[in-house]
């Protein structure tokens, strides 16, 4: 999260440092991280809601509603009343857009998809995965089915997208572009890598054990994921567009070489010693671990224009003030509001 903040927040020039403006411009790519950590905890969690009993499956769906939706909602009703405040919406304008935003519709189409919080739309390939682990952990209990469900998402997609391009609504799966890029049917193989992993963890799948491989199980997943970086630079600089999801060639490195990196960078962190696994293990980056949902949903939000209007321009103060910012907000509104839900509405039986 912090490193998607410096692409939104690109410091160097457009003009006079090209090459270094374009390789922070790639930094997006390091969304998919979310996406195949979400696939490993959501499975390695919550499998058992899989069996779709009543209770287990109620709790789920608290537990991910709880989380997710309090201060999304808290903080997309402030951005709105703002914008509405300083007049950039009319008031029928403000009620469609919000009501787009706090549904999280607005990830599906092209047109309102940055609107609201921009990085939000992210929130929307996240929630229909978890509205549809539950069935997908029912079905995917082997490597084969697990391939087969990401065949049948990515079929899915292609097929609603062709249904819209005969009836076009409001850039809703406006292009295969757009599917492949800000849709769950397009990033499914990022979630399927973290369930894969989870499966390994949950001894659903028998790993292949290898002395060689396993000692340099860390590198070979580093080695990967930079050379994915440097590959989405280079695509981008080739075709000279600014990001290089915008050409097939990225988008192959962005949803299928990085989460594979990224599954062995995990793989590494959960079986193998390490001072990278040392240091992401200290008190300290839990917590801000557990603080990045606030950063991700604060770091493009008024706030941010407050930090720059009354702290700082300097782009490493207001990050700076941004993660200290966004922890508080973590210890004080999102996890009290969420332990609070989950105390009332658990259901015990």
Same mark, same amino acid.
């Given at each position: 999260?912090?490193?998607?903040?410096?692409?939104?927040?690109?410091?160097?020039?457009?003009?006079?440092?090209?090459?270094?403006?374009?390789?922070?411009?790639?930094?997006?790519?390091?969304?998919?991280?979310?996406?195949?950590?979400?696939?490993?905890?959501?499975?390695?969690?919550?499998?058992?809601?899989?069996?779709?009993?009543?209770?287990?499956?109620?709790?789920?769906?608290?537990?991910?509603?709880?989380?997710?939706?309090?201060?999304?909602?808290?903080?997309?009703?402030?951005?709105?009343?703002?914008?509405?405040?300083?007049?950039?919406?009319?008031?029928?304008?403000?009620?469609?857009?919000?009501?787009?935003?706090?549904?999280?519709?607005?990830?599906?189409?092209?047109?309102?998809?940055?609107?609201?919080?921009?990085?939000?739309?992210?929130?929307?390939?996240?929630? $229909? +995965? *978890?509205? @549809?682990?539950?069935?997908?952990?029912?079905?995917?209990?082997?490597? !084969?089915?697990? /391939?087969?469900?990401? =065949?049948?998402?990515?079929?899915?997609?292609?097929?609603?997208?062709?249904?819209?391009?005969?009836?076009?609504?409001?850039?809703?799966?406006?292009?295969?572009?757009?599917?492949?890029?800000?849709?769950?049917?397009?990033?499914?193989?990022?979630?399927?890598?973290?369930?894969?992993?989870?499966?390994?963890?949950?001894?659903?799948?028998?790993?292949?054990?290898?002395?060689?491989?396993?000692?340099?199980?860390?590198?070979?997943?580093?080695?990967?994921?930079?050379?994915?970086?440097?590959?989405?630079?280079?695509?981008?600089?080739?075709?000279?567009?600014?990001?290089?999801?915008?050409?097939?060639?990225?988008?192959?490195?962005?949803?299928?070489?990085?989460?594979?990196?990224?599954?062995? $960078? +995990? *793989?590494? @962190?959960?079986?193998?010693?390490?001072?990278?696994?040392?240091?992401? !293990?200290?008190? /300290?980056?839990?917590? =801000?671990?557990?603080?990045?949902?606030?950063?991700?949903?604060?770091?493009?939000?008024?706030?941010?224009?407050?930090?720059?209007?009354?702290?700082?321009?300097?782009?490493?103060?207001?990050?700076?003030?941004?993660?200290?910012?966004?922890?508080?907000?973590?210890?004080?509104?999102?996890?009290?509001?969420?332990?609070?839900?989950?105390?009332?509405?658990?259901?015990?039986?």
């Amino acid at each position: 999260m912090y490193l998607i903040f410096f692409k939104h927040l690109n410091f160097f020039s457009p003009e006079s440092q090209h090459e270094l403006y374009l390789l922070v411009n790639q930094f997006y790519t390091f969304l998919s991280f979310f996406f195949v950590l979400s696939g490993f905890m959501i499975y390695h969690r919550y499998y058992e809601a899989g069996g779709l009993k009543k209770t287990k499956l109620y709790n789920y769906f608290i537990n991910r509603a709880s989380r997710v939706f309090p201060i999304l909602i808290i903080l997309i009703t402030l951005t709105f009343l703002l914008g509405y405040r300083d007049g950039l919406y009319n008031t029928k304008e403000a009620w469609k857009l919000y009501f787009l935003n706090i549904t999280l519709l607005k990830g599906f189409s092209s047109e309102y998809m940055l609107t609201g919080i921009g990085p939000s739309w992210s929130m929307s390939v996240e929630e $229909l +995965f *978890y509205i @549809l682990s539950p069935f997908i952990f029912l079905f995917t209990g082997r490597t !084969s089915s697990l /391939i087969k469900f990401i =065949l049948i998402t990515y079929t899915t997609g292609i097929l609603i997208t062709l249904m819209f391009a005969k009836i076009p609504f409001e850039g809703f799966f406006s292009s295969v572009f757009f599917t492949a890029n800000f849709t769950f049917f397009g990033r499914v193989f990022e979630f399927g890598c973290g369930i894969f992993l989870a499966m390994l963890v949950n001894g659903k799948i028998k790993p292949i054990r290898s002395p060689l491989l396993e000692k340099y199980t860390l590198l070979i997943g580093l080695a990967i994921i930079i050379s994915s970086v440097a590959l989405l630079y280079l695509i981008a600089s080739h075709f000279n567009v600014m990001q290089a999801t915008e050409t097939w060639q990225g988008i192959l490195v962005n949803n299928i070489l990085m989460p594979i990196g990224i599954t062995i $960078l +995990f *793989y590494s @962190l959960v079986y193998q010693k390490s001072s990278i696994q040392k240091f992401l !293990s200290t008190k /300290i980056m839990v917590q =801000l671990g557990n603080a990045t949902y606030s950063f991700y949903l604060l770091h493009t939000t008024f706030f941010l224009s407050y930090i720059f209007k009354y702290i700082s321009h300097n782009t490493f103060i207001a990050f700076i003030t941004m993660v200290i910012f966004s922890y508080l907000f973590h210890l004080t509104i999102e996890q009290p509001v969420t332990s609070f839900l989950r105390k009332i509405l658990y259901r015990k039986n």
